[in-house]
C-alpha cells in the first residue's frame, strides 16, 4: 500500500506566556477536530494533524472542556478521556490504517495529569519494569505537576501511587521509589551551604565504601536524594565534582536506579531529554526506548523543546529534526517533525 503523506503546515504567531496563554484555535478548528476524533466512518487524519500541532496547553484545554463526549470532568478538576472513547479511536486507527501513532495524538490531547498517571501505571506493569520511567517522572516535573498526576492516579485507578509502587516493589527499590513520588520538594533557590559540604561528604563516604551494598542501606542517602530541592542537590553535585575530581552520578554506576535519580534530579533538563532521544533514535532500540521519542516530544513540546533541540544539536551534531526524519516513517514523522518545530518557535 502507498504511503499517504501529510505535509503539516505550523503556523506560529507570536511567542505565548506560559501563564495566560491566549486560544489560538478558532471555534470551527475545535469542530473539525472533535469531527476527527468521532466520525463513525473513519479519521480525518489530515485536519487531525495540522490542528494539533496548532494547538497550544490553552487551546487544548478548552478543545477537552467543549468535548463531553469525549471527555469526563473529573472531581480533581481535569478532563479525562472516556475510556470508551479512547478504546474506540484505537481500533479505528487500526482498522483504517491511520499511518500516525494513535499513542502520540491521545497523549497530544490528554491533561498532562491523566498522561503522566497513565505513564506512572506503565512503569511498573511493563515487564520488566521500568523504573527509569517512574523516576524520570517523579523528578523531572514540577512538585505541583506531579502532584497533578497523583490526583489523576487516584481518579482513574482508585488507589494512590505510593501504593500502587508499595506494592509493585520490593526492597530497598521500593523505599526509594515510594519516597520520590511521595515527596512535594522546595523549589526556590535557598541552600543551606553548611548543609551542602555535610551532605556532601555523607554521600562520598557512602559511596566510596568497599562495601557498596552499604548504600542502599544508608537513610542519610535516602534522605538526601528524596527531600532536598533540585537546586539543593545541584549544588551538592558540583561540591563533590570539585571536592572528589568525579561525577556523582559516575560513582554511583554500578547501581543503576541511584544514577538514574541522580540524573535525573541534577542534570539541566536540556541535557538529560536529549540523551533519552538520542537513544530512541538509535539502531535497534529496544521498544521502551522506542516510545521515548513520542513520550519526549510530546510531553516537552510546550515546555523545554527550543533546550532540548539546541542541546541535543550540540552535543550529537546533528539537527534534531533531521535524526528524526532519518528514524521514523509517514505521518507519525511528520506529526513529531511538526511538534519540535513548534516547540522551537515558542
Not at 495529569?113 to 523516576?135: G, H
Amino acid at each position: 500500500m502507498a504511503e499517504r503523506k501529510i505535509t503539516i503546515i505550523v503556523r506560529m504567531g507570536k511567542k505565548l506566556k506560559k501563564e495566560g496563554e491566549k486560544i489560538t484555535t478558532s471555534p470551527e478548528e475545535c469542530e473539525a477536530l472533535r469531527k476527527a476524533f468521532s466520525g463513525p466512518h473513519g479519521v480525518e487524519e489530515k485536519s487531525m494533524l495540522e490542528i494539533l500541532v496548532k494547538c497550544n496547553p490553552a487551546d487544548l484545554t478548552t478543545f477537552r472542556k467543549n468535548s463531553p463526549y469525549i471527555f469526563l470532568d473529573d472531581e480533581y478538576c481535569f478532563e479525562k478521556w472516556d475510556p470508551f472513547h479512547m478504546k474506540s479511536l484505537e481500533i479505528k486507527f487500526m482498522r483504517f490504517q491511520v499511518s500516525i501513532s494513535e499513542r502520540a495524538v491521545i497523549q497530544r490531547t490528554m491533561h498532562p495529569w491523566e498522561r503522566d498517571a497513565l505513564l506512572v501505571r506503565k512503569s511498573l506493569e511493563e515487564k520488566p519494569p521500568l523504573y527509569n520511567l517512574l523516576i524520570e517522572l517523579a523528578c523531572t516535573r514540577t512538585s505541583d505537576e506531579f502532584l497533578g498526576a497523583r490526583k489523576a492516579f487516584q481518579c482513574l485507578y482508585s488507589e494512590s501511587v505510593e501504593e500502587f509502587v508499595a506494592v509493585k516493589v520490593q526492597g530497598f527499590h521500593r523505599r526509594l521509589l515510594v519516597a520520590l513520588v511521595s515527596t512535594y520538594r522546595y523549589e526556590g533557590m535557598r541552600i543551606d551551604e553548611a548543609a551542602i559540604k555535610l551532605e556532601c561528604q555523607k554521600l562520598a563516604r557512602s559511596i566510596k565504601t568497599d562495601h557498596r551494598n552499604e548504600i542502599e542501606n544508608d537513610d542519610e542517602v535516602l534522605r538526601i536524594l528524596t527531600t532536598r530541592s533540585k537546586h539543593h542537590l545541584k549544588t551538592i553535585h558540583k561540591c563533590y565534582k570539585e571536592d572528589y575530581d568525579s561525577n556523582l552520578e559516575e560513582d554511583l554506576d554500578d547501581i543503576q536506579i541511584l544514577r538514574d535519580t541522580v540524573n535525573c534530579l541534577c542534570a539541566p533538563p536540556a541535557i538529560y531529554f536529549s540523551k533519552i532521544l538520542d537513544t530512541a533514535m538509535s539502531i535497534c532500540p529496544a521498544e521502551q526506548e522506542m516510545e521515548a521519542l513520542t513520550r519526549v516530544i510530546v510531553t516537552r513540546t510546550d515546555v523545554d523543546m527550543k533546550d532540548i533541540a539546541a542541546e541535543f544539536d550540540r552535543k550529537y551534531g546533528a539537527p534534531l529534526i533531521e535524526r528524526i526524519e532519518a528514524a521514523a516513517l509517514g505521518n507519525y514523522r511528520d506529526f513529531l517533525v511538526a511538534l519540535v518545530k513548534r516547540g522551537m518557535a515558542n
